[in-house]
């Protein structure tokens, strides 16, 4: 069974840019989930999406957005770019209903902004 | 307040001998608590889960966890470390936000380093 797969690996835009990250989840799985690795931050929820709707969103400006497919794969956004956009893009799925919320997660998508 | 503390940044231990990694959580009502390990240069891998039952859970690669409710602690363990064993280690409980949308609440994660 196919994991997470994320893309791109890498991305490099420079200030004032946009990116777009792509998100596919396990096959079955309806929700995804984003998080925000910087270095030395931990692990930072940004967006659940389940069913196609955005179901929680975490602290940060909205120039972070989303959404979700009809197939369930997602996309990430971040507009005007700032410098310190720069991470590690995780995105996490899990099953519909499921009460426990383990979520399975992608390899990452690479972001430097210069 | 949900909460999440891995108190140790950083635990330094030889090949062989036990290893703890801890973690302590705050949350209301019954938690459910996860592990998950993390590889250089890779998304986070599950290792193990407490629901419910037995305080000592078993998960991959060896590890297991003790649940302890009067401490409020979920410390991952391994009788025997090894040097494939480095790696950033994140403790998560299950709370819920503002709008009673369940969300994981994670912390900060502890860097095992083992030393052959």
């Known amino acids: 069974e196919a994991g997470v797969t994320q893309s791109p690996t890498h991305l490099i835009k420079t200030r004032g840019q946009q990116a777009t990250l792509r998100c596919s989840p396990i096959s079955g799985h309806t929700s995804v989930y984003w998080y925000q690795q910087a270095l030395g931050l931990g692990l930072q929820f940004l967006l659940w999406y389940d069913e196609g709707e955005e179901r929680n969103r975490g602290n940060f400006p909205p120039r972070f957005s989303g959404r979700q497919f009809p197939n369930y794969s997602s996309e990430l956004n971040v507009n005007a770019l700032e410098l310190e956009d720069s991470a590690l893009y995780l995105c996490a799925s899990s099953l519909r209903g499921e009460p426990d919320g383990t979520q399975y997660f992608g390899p990452g998508t690479r972001l430097t902004v210069l | 307040a949900q909460s999440v503390a891995q108190p140790e940044d950083q635990v330094n231990v030889a090949e062989g001998n036990p290893l703890t990694v801890k973690c302590t959580y705050s949350?209301?009502?019954?938690?459910?608590l996860f592990w998950y390990v993390q590889y250089p240069n890779r998304g986070l891998q599950f290792l193990l889960k407490y629901i419910t039952g037995d305080n000592l859970v078993k998960g991959s690669y060896g590890f297991e966890a003790e649940f302890n409710k009067s401490q409020t602690s979920f410390h991952l363990k391994k009788p025997s470390a090894l040097v494939s064993d480095s790696a950033l280690y994140f403790c998560?409980?299950?709370?819920?936000?503002?709008?009673?949308?369940?969300?994981?609440?994670w912390g900060l994660g502890t860097s095992l380093a083992v030393n052959p």
């Open positions: 949350v209301s009502g019954n938690p459910y």
């Open positions: 998560a409980v299950r709370g819920y936000n503002a709008g009673n949308n369940r969300k994981l609440i």
